[in-house]
Each structure stands twice: as structure tokens, then as C-alpha cells.
């Protein structure tokens, strides 16, 4: 296969330029990952909570006591409140003993936040925060407002606001980011695309992928938005680069299916260059896959990206010539 690389390879631009400390992209829906679990543990954790005993540590184990709800109870009707609108949500009984116990750094994701809100018509920062007294003596009734809990003078009413706020600042600033992830990921991008025409491909192939399952694994954590936008630039060109190494190994399936992942992550990045020479690298595909009509409109559609910088238009310009 490497053979044919001076006829059918897919040319490498520059990426290492084009690799700015801070780009545009879009936000990524963060995976919740799921705490160990042991059975004997989890049998603890499913336990019927006596009310009588210590005090609840925050409002949401005060009302599963209230309900008279074991852990697995809770989880069950978790569930069911996340079909009522619409999500296929679960929580583990351990996951869920952490969200009682206040032991959950910041506040749970919005998807999750928003079933907790419907299962017991409460705002989910209250929720996470320390039971009122008043709660013992009334019922919550789920899916509307309630004043449960609520303070009795206004200082107090204060001091719960501004708790809920550090709480909300502190979800917000969690990030998986370092502050040298994004520059290490560019140096290893830089010298990988440097080296790709001087050595053989598959040994470049294993560690570009390697390298793009740490993007992506950073990816389904939390960052700040322009952390997201980067590491999809970073995904992008690398699932570029596994495209090209695709075809060169003689895959064109496979690199056709790299090359749209890529240009997904060019989309959420926001970068025109990266769109254009992703759909450069597309039509060169098609081309040589014996398609010469959807690489003239691949070519085509890649003109309507005008890039930042660099020469994908004139490599474009060339594709469809040949097409």
C-alpha cells in the first residue's frame, strides 16, 4: 500500500499553524461516569433510612426518608420521572446514596437536574443543600413549586441564596482541562502530521489513534467552552490524519467514515479551514473510489468555507479540476 502513496495520497497540509491556543467550537454533553460498585455495598446502601435517626444531611434525603423510600425506591422512580419527560435516565442506589449524603461536588448535570426538579417539584440547588426543619412537619406534593424548607426570616433566606450560588460556581469552574493538555496535544499533532511522509504508516496509524481516544476521552469530561472548542479542533484534525492513513493502508470505507467524524468536529469547532480541507480530503476520496460526481460536489460544497488561513481552496480548486 505505501507504494502508491506518491499516486493516491491524500496530501497532508500544514496542520501545526493552524493550531491556535483558542478557536471556536460548541459545547459537549458531558458522560456521567459511574461510581464502583459492590454488592454487599449496595445492599447497605438500599437499606430503608430511619427517619428517627440522625438528622438528613441535605433536602433530598429528607424528603426520600420522608417517603419512606429505600435507595433502590428512589432510583425506580427516578426513572420513571426521566421517561415523563421524555430522557432514558438512571442513577446507580450508590450514585444516588452520594447525592443524598452531599457528597457530590457542585450540582449534577442539567439532564439529570431537570428530573429531579419534575420527581419532586423542588429547585434542584435546594435539593443538594441542607434541610429545613420545617420539612418534617409537611408533605411535598411532586411537580409544582413548593415553600418547603423555606426559611422564616430573610437573613436566612440570604444566606441559603448565596450558598446556592458558590454551589453554582462551583460546578462551573470543575474543568478535565490542564493547562498544558491543549499545548501538549498540539506539539504531538504538530510532530506526528511533520513525520507522516517519512515513515511507514501503520506505526503513525496506532498512535494517532491513541492519541484521538485521549481527545475524546477528555472530550466526554467537563471543560470551559473555549477548552471544548480546541479539543474539537484537535479531534478534528486528527480523525483528518486517520482518514489519510486509512487510505494510504488501502481502506476507503474507513476513511470515509474518519473524514465525516472530522468534519462533525470541524462544524463544532467553527474553524473554515478545517472544514475546507476536510472536504477536500473527502472528494479526493470519492475520486479515487471511482465517484467522480460527488467529488466535483464535495469540491464544490468546500468552497463555501473561507479559511482562516493556509491554501485548502487552491488544494479544493485542484480536486475538482481533476474530478
Aim: net charge positive; glycine share 8%; proline share 7%.
Amino acid at each position: 500500500m505505501r507504494a502508491r502513496r506518491g499516486a493516491r495520497s491524500l496530501p497532508v497540509m500544514n496542520i501545526c499553524e493552524h493550531l491556535p491556543a483558542s478557536t471556536c467550537g460548541l459545547r459537549t454533553t458531558p458522560r456521567c461516569c459511574v461510581p464502583y460498585w459492590h454488592p454487599r455495598a449496595a445492599r447497605k446502601e438500599a437499606a430503608v433510612t430511619d427517619p428517627t435517626s440522625e438528622a438528613p444531611r441535605t433536602l433530598l434525603e429528607a424528603l426520600v426518608r420522608q417517603r419512606r423510600w429505600s435507595h433502590q425506591d428512589f432510583c425506580d422512580a427516578y426513572e420513571e420521572a426521566a421517561r415523563e419527560i421524555g430522557l432514558s435516565l438512571t442513577v446507580s442506589p450508590q450514585h444516588a446514596g452520594r447525592w443524598m449524603g452531599g457528597k457530590l461536588k457542585g450540582l449534577p448535570y442539567p439532564s439529570q437536574r431537570r428530573v429531579l426538579e419534575h420527581l419532586f417539584g423542588v429547585d434542584v440547588a435546594r435539593l443538594f443543600g441542607p434541610a429545613g426543619i420545617e420539612l418534617m412537619k409537611s408533605d411535598v406534593v411532586r411537580g409544582g413549586p413548593t415553600d418547603l424548607g423555606r426559611p422564616s426570616n430573610p437573613n436566612e433566606e440570604i444566606s441559603m441564596a448565596a450558598d446556592e450560588a458558590a454551589r453554582i460556581a462551583q460546578f462551573a469552574e470543575q474543568t478535565n482541562v490542564g493547562p498544558h493538555t491543549l499545548e501538549q496535544f498540539q506539539a504531538d499533532v504538530g510532530r506526528i502530521v511533520t513525520q507522516y511522509p517519512n515513515r511507514p504508516v501503520y506505526p503513525l496509524f496506532v498512535e494517532l489513534r491513541t492519541l484521538r481516544t485521549r481527545a475524546f476521552e477528555k472530550l466526554e469530561g467537563r471543560q470551559f467552552p473555549t477548552q471544548t472548542k480546541d479539543l474539537y479542533l484537535i479531534t478534528g484534525v486528527l480523525c483528518g490524519v486517520l482518514a489519510n492513513a486509512s487510505f494510504d493502508l488501502g481502506r476507503l470505507d474507513a476513511a470515509e467514515t474518519q473524514a465525516r467524524t472530522a468534519f462533525l468536529c470541524a462544524e463544532l469547532s467553527g474553524c473554515n479551514w478545517l472544514r475546507a480541507w476536510i472536504r477536500g480530503t473527502q472528494a479526493l476520496i470519492a475520486y479515487w473510489d471511482d465517484r467522480p460526481l460527488a467529488a466535483v460536489q464535495l469540491a464544490e460544497d468546500g468552497r463555501q468555507y473561507v479559511p482562516e488561513l493556509g491554501t485548502a481552496l487552491v488544494r479544493l480548486a485542484a480536486i475538482e479540476a481533476r474530478a
